[in-house]
Each structure stands twice: as C-alpha cells, then as structure tokens.
C-alpha cells in the first residue's frame, strides 16, 4: 500500500502540473519572464480542523483569524510565481477537479525580500519577508507534503538552485 504522506512524483506529471500551473499565471504577468510557480497555503489546517472539531464557532474563527495574519492577509490557496525581479502571490480558487487563478492578491520586488524556511510537521514552510513594506507572511506547501514545484519555488527564492528540475 501506498504512503499518502509520502508520495512519489512521476516526472512526466511534475513537468505538466508545472507547465499547466505556469500557463495559468503567465497571462497576469505582462511583460516579463516566469522563471517558477508553485502552490502554497496558509499553515496551520490542524489547528482550524481541531477548532472545528471543539465547538466550531468563536474558536474557528480565532484560529482563521491567527492563520490569516499569520500568512500576512494571503489568500487560503496561493499560486507564488516568481520573475528575475518580481514575486507575485494570486489567489486561486478549486474549480472542478482543480484551481484556477483569480486575481493578484500581493507583488514585491526580489530585491527587498527577506527568505527564510523551517521544517515544520513534516513541510517546510516559507517566510517571506518585506521589510520595506513592513509586511511578513508565512506559507506551506499546497499539499500534506513537501513537494517539487513548492520546493523549486523556495529554491529560487533563496537563490540555491535552477527550478528548471522542479
């Protein structure tokens, strides 16, 4: 039986889940080269689904109201593309068996970005930081796991890598 947690990525459906994730945001991107995209999500679904769990109501809200500042106003589900000087954060939205992206939810420049990482239940989980802009937000990986898109994206944050293998 199969590990759900710890899955094995076929390259042939990594490369159309990245080409297919590109072409979505490349037509809000006028003007300049996508280098990556990935999917990310506001952390801390354990602790909404636990709040859910013990009476919903006021301490699901808190919790969503932690999560949310937590990830700096960011949508639930974000599509993080990055250019040689821009990242840009889009909202996506579940449509059928999958997401579509919305609109532009937040853009920094490259340059002015603080980012860092942490290894968080099993995820890493990704802090960028404007100090500039007096923004900070912190995101997971979209799924249970890290995975090679995501992880593509962070490595060219920080500037470790090529996400031409991701």
Known sequence: MKNPFNPEYDEGQLEQARQQLMNDVRPHIPDEELVTAG???????????????????????????????????LPSLVALAVTPTKLYAFKLKPKGRGLVVKHEAANWDRSG??????????LTMLTIESPAEGEKATLAPAGVSDDPLSLGVIRELEGTGSSATA
């Open 39 to 73: 999917q990310f999500r506001r952390g801390g679904f354990g602790a909404s689904y636990a709040a859910s769990k013990a009476g919903g109501g006021l301490p699901y809200l808190a919790v969503n109201l932690f999560r949310k500042k937590k990830a700096g106003g």
């Open 113 to 122: 970005l603080r980012i860092s990482t942490e290894r968080k239940a099993g």
